[in-house]
């Protein structure tokens, strides 16, 4: 495991802040902003991070993202997404317990936050559907194998 946390963190930050700057007021900002998060990405934690060198590139960053909960979390509600048959994605809240240390799977990161009123969050998979989790809440890792 390779401990990504400060990297992403400052990646999450910076994206966002660019995001709210200058492209979610522009007419195409939506369509345009992916292209710059995954440049920064590339930049920031990646290169930074001597990770393209081990064959990661943006493409593959998600396959191999591991969030850790630092603290163990007695039953809090968080959003429980799932992606329905028509496309649509449904969340509602649920109450879930976890241990220090737990490891699970990012699904995504969304430094643009557009379902959280524009604070960014982390899509962690967590049963047949995906959690939206504050990156302050977890530590980041990358598992390669």
């Known amino acids: 495991m390779i401990d990504v946390t400060a990297l992403v963190r400052e990646w999450i930050c910076c994206s966002n802040d660019l995001w709210s700057r200058w492209f979610a007021s522009a007419g195409r900002g939506a369509s345009e902003f992916p292209g710059i998060e995954m440049a920064l990405l590339n930049a920031m934690v990646l290169e930074r991070g001597g990770l393209s060198s081990k064959g990661l590139s943006a493409e593959n960053f998600f396959e191999s993202m591991r969030a850790i909960y630092p603290v163990s979390i007695d039953e809090k509600t968080r959003q429980l997404c799932v992606v329905q048959r028509s496309g649509n994605v449904f969340c509602r809240p649920h109450s ?4 220090a240390g737990a490891r699970f799977h ?16 982390v899509e962690i998979e967590f049963g047949d559907g995906y959690i939206l989790e504050s990156p302050d ?5 990358i598992e390669l194998g």
Do not use: H, L
Request: aromatic content about 8%; proline content about 4%.
């Open 96 to 99: 879930m317990s976890v241990q």
């Open 106 to 121: 990012v699904k995504s990161i969304d430094t643009m936050g557009t379902m959280e009123n524009g604070r960014p969050y």
């Open 137 to 141: 809440s977890v530590e980041f890792a």
